[in-house]
């Protein structure tokens, strides 16, 4: 009797996986299937199967609404995994539609999982983006991934907007980002799975992938992370007969000669969710490998990593608690990073030999893998960074209630923001903007400033009732200090948020500053002697009459204080 009834259950699941065919198989591995196709798809499992629902979050650029499917085993029919001790791990896929192997794999994956084919975890909730960026995905073509073998036609990296979605997740100019913002916040993933594909060296390996730097994660979740979480993936991988690697962060050389870590900063997608303490990793199938090898590698990936998570659920969810005061105790955060040069790992790497050679096309040397000659050697992997910029952990920060921009993106990330109840005056640390570059070229719709200076001042200043106090402790610690720090590789400074204090808008004629000019050399002698030292040092500054002006200009009561002042004050603990 219990054969039977095995027999009976292996028999529907096995005839709703028929009934359930996606585009990827019906077409033998070489077709993906369209945005309207994987969305009807997800409709019908959730029709047939009570494990899985379908939701929709916001809207994106394309005018469409985000999508998130759940599966748990449960039939939870409401976005409450809290209410049960499970962790939850989110999978992300067409962010780059045209690096479609997640889309179809994870469509497969979920209907194992509901059908019975896959044994259903009972300590984890699956749920997955079905296509990110819709925009792209309705863009198909066959032509755009250069370097791609496959599938058939895919869509688009640039969203309706053309804007990469994996730059977006701090300056959040896309509607799809803000969607996306609505639905992490809401979901609170302990693990996050963003799946693409390469497009670098050459090399043995299907798989790769892309943790978030372990030294910038910290922490116990960053020791989780790099000694047990990434090991443990490769060795069920392996037994899997799925060699996998970490990324190869190469460009036109081989990798035999050593390669970096990918730094990962919150403009991407697993910088940002590391911001909220989530296990973060990019999934990089190898573009050269067959479609149907890279969807079914990306299958085994996702599907090992909820093995884990099945086993290290109590784990995983005990780390991610009370994080933020693990951070707020320290004295330091670090801002940004720079390679360990005494600390690396060395990789059993399984490439191809690579030599540069004429170029038929250019006349000059080229690079040219030979597949025939196939090797193992020890590579050099620069796996270990160490503090670039460190700042001291303010108390709390105010910012006044003019920067609503700001205040609007700080309130979508769960900061919790205290409005002043009363016009009051604060000691606070200033910072005043004292040089920065500019990009001479567009990035993602913005001229990002880098290598900020700044000069910092303790003074008494006077904030105005609804300008807003920002407690530092709070489990959004990381995200306020990475956005309002202006030195950071990722600030709202650096995003271009804050441009309109390095514009001066109160100037001077010159023929009447002529005179105050005077009266200020008179009557200030300090201020006469450093004047003067200028003028016998700095040869272009001793021959340039307006920039002589301008100098003393900067140094009197007319100078408008709002000029190169950096508008958010911090409450020093």
């Keep these: 009797m219990k054969f039977m009834s095995l027999f009976l259950a292996f028999s529907i699941a096995f005839a709703n996986a028929q009934s359930f065919q996606t585009v990827f198989e019906n077409s033998n591995g070489t077709e993906t299937a369209t945005y309207q196709q994987v969305i009807d798809y997800y409709q019908k499992l959730s ?3 009570d494990t899985i629902q379908i939701q929709t979050f916001g809207e994106t650029d394309s005018s469409k609404r985000l999508h998130l499917v759940i599966f748990n085993k449960d039939g939870l029919k409401k976005i409450k995994p809290r209410l049960i001790r499970k962790s939850v791990l989110l999978i ?3 962010i780059h539609p045209g690096e479609s192997d997640g889309i179809d794999a994870t469509m497969m994956l979920f209907r194992d999982l509901a059908s019975g084919k896959i044994p259903a975890h009972e300590n984890v909730i699956i749920a997955t983006i079905p296509i990110y960026n819709i925009g792209g995905s309705l863009n198909r073509n066959s032509t755009s991934r250069t370097n791609q073998n496959g599938p058939e036609e895919y869509g688009f990296r640039g969203n309706a907007r053309n804007y990469d979605l994996n730059r977006d997740f701090i300056k959040c100019d ?30 043995q390996y299907t798989l790769t992938h892309l943790f978030t730097q372990h030294n910038k994660f910290g922490g116990k979740s960053g020791k989780y992370l790099h000694e047990f979480l990434m090991p443990e993936i490769e060795k069920i991988l392996k037994q899997k007969d799925w060699d996998i690697t970490p990324y190869v962060n190469v460009f036109n050389d081989v990798p035999e000669k050593g390669f970096s870590q990918f730094m990962d900063y919150p403009r991407y997608s697993t910088g940002y969710t590391t911001l909220f303490n989530t296990l973060g990793m990019m999934v990089e199938t ?13 299958y085994q990936l996702m599907l090992s990593m909820i093995e884990i998570m099945q086993k290290e659920s109590d784990k995983i969810i005990t780390l991610r608690q009370d994080f933020h005061k693990e951070i707020y105790n320290q004295d330091l955060y670090t801002l940004d990073w720079q390679n360990d040069g005494e600390k690396s790992s060395t990789l059993n790497f399984k490439g191809y030999e690579g030599e540069m050679i004429d170029s038929k096309a250019t006349g000059q040397k080229r690079l040219k893998y030979d597949r025939t000659k196939p090797f193992n050697k020890a590579v050099k992997y620069q796996n270990y960074f160490k ?6 952990i303010p108390k709390a920060y105010i910012i006044p209630q003019g920067w609503h921009n700001v205040i609007e993106l700080l309130k979508l990330n769960n900061v919790a923001m205290n409005p002043l109840e009363i016009d009051s005056d604060y000691q606070v640390e200033s910072y005043r903007i004292i040089d920065y570059e500019t990009s001479k070229t567009p990035y993602e719709g913005h001229y990002p400033h880098s290598n900020t200076q700044i000069s910092k001042s303790i003074e008494q200043k006077p904030f105005k009732k609804g300008d807003y106090f920002i407690e530092v402790n709070q489990p959004s610690i990381r995200y306020i200090l990475e956005t309002l720090e202006p030195q950071a590789p990722d600030s709202f400074f650096k995003w271009n948020f804050f441009d309109t204090i390095l514009q001066q808008k109160e100037h001077f004629s010159p023929y009447v500053f002529e005179d105050i000019a005077e009266q200020l050399l008179n009557n200030d002698k300090k201020l006469a002697a450093e004047f003067k030292q200028k003028q016998q040092t700095d040869k272009a500054f001793a021959a340039n009459w307006y920039a002589q002006l301008d100098w003393l200009h900067k140094r009197s009561k007319h100078y408008e204080k709002a000029h190169m002042q950096y508008p958010v004050y911090r409450v020093l603990k």
């Design 92 to 94: 992300n896929n067409g």
């Design 387 to 392: 503090p670039a910029l460190q700042v001291t």
């Design 286 to 298: 190898h573009m050269l490998k067959p479609y149907k090898q890279r969807v079914e590698g990306t």
């Design 174 to 203: 896309t509607k799809n980002c803000k969607a996306f913002t609505e639905l992490f916040h809401q979901l609170k993933p302990d693990v996050f799975i963003d799946n693409h594909v390469s497009n670098g060296a050459d090399y």
């Design 47 to 49: 029709h047939e199967f």
